[in-house]
């Protein structure tokens, strides 16, 4: 009975988990997941709201912009140390969205305004209800989105500043098995879901330093994602019912702060090269805390450390004009790990990423312009086991990522 409890009260460890690391999503501009998320020191259209939002005021005249992607996510688990068991997840299938409107209030205006609504947390994971680890997890997934309205300011033609307050939504939904059966032999289960909301800020400074270089500093703080009254329904024999009541709870999901510093780089007219290092605030995950409405003997508030640790992500990306209508671009990102071996779940099988990507634009006319990219991300195999569950395995999770989009110049 204990062991199920605490089994039980840990059940919203995969929620913060899928805040972060393997659930953070880097599509929020077409142009800039082609050439490897990069895109702090350039504003090459309006969703440099989310990229840096000084280039706002940069822009050449008021923007609408509209892109989703399409995540096709594959991820296989191998029971160690014997490399016997062996499982598959379903194959995963999400649509982030971003849409953007802004840019200068009027032409050659100092002053540039918009509000974007984006994607940059999603995904989830769903293995069979009853493989080896369905008493750690059956089944997680997320939706969240951002909304910011956003100010730039052109203090020269140099130098551009620009803030954006961000406003958070999200929704969680876990699902696992309890070691606890009923006179069928069917195990009891566990389901918690729950929204969440949170605040924060995106600030940033672009400098052109030359006509061949340009600088980006961008800061997006830590969100606090806030879950009150979140739905705890436990699915357990009657006798076992008083000591698993369908109750609420609340907790707090530290979504981490990210400093970007960005470099621009243009060799020949047509070429741009880029190269931005994202430091990610994730030792915000020092523990989680969960509070239930109704505790009970068994079904207790938890407290339990995570550790995560600081992270730089490096991403490198190209950018070359055929003409004056067709431009291609390519770039690449690795982007370590911030989960230690001890706390490698199968909520969150997270490695080190590599990703490669490609794509192109096109512009049909002098308002419309269409967007295309494709992303391949890739984890290291990782041996690992989670402490609290002991469950040890090796991981490995392939992502394919297409997007596409579209532009409108007013």
Known sequence: MRKGALLTA????????????????????????????????????????????????SLRSMQAYGSVSFLLVRTSYVQTPTYGYREDAKPGFYTPFNLYVGGPLRQNDRIGVGIGIYTPFGSGITWDDNWEGK????????????????????????????????????????????????????????????????????AGIQVRASESIRLGLTYRSQVNMEVDKGDATFNVPSSLRPNFPNTSFSSELPLPSVTTLGIAYKPIDDLTLQFDVNYVGWSAYKSLKFDYEHNTSVLQDTEAPRNYENKATFRLGAHYMINDRISVMAGGAYDPTPVADNYVSPDLPDANHWTASAGATFRINEQWSALGALEYNTTVKRNSVYLPDNFAGRYQTKVLVPSIGVTYDF
Do not use: C, H
């Not at 077409?30 to 000084?54: I, K």
């Open 10 to 57: 840990s059940l919203l460890l995969p929620a913060a988990m899928a805040f972060s690391a393997g659930f953070q999503i880097n599509v929020q501009g077409v142009r800039q997941l082609a050439m490897g998320g990069t895109g702090v020191a350039t504003p090459w259209d309006v969703s440099t709201l989310f990229y840096n939002p000084a280039g706002l005021s």
């Open 135 to 202: 008493f750690v997890t059956q089944s997680v997934k997320l939706q969240s989105f951002f909304i910011q309205p956003t100010v730039s300011y052109k203090i020269s033609d140099a130098v551009s500043i620009g803030a954006g307050f961000v406003y958070a939504l999200g929704k969680v939904e876990l699902n696992r098995a309890l070691p606890v059966q009923d006179a069928s032999g069917r195990d009891a289960t566990a389901s918690l879901e729950g929204g969440a909301n949170g605040i924060g800020f995106n």
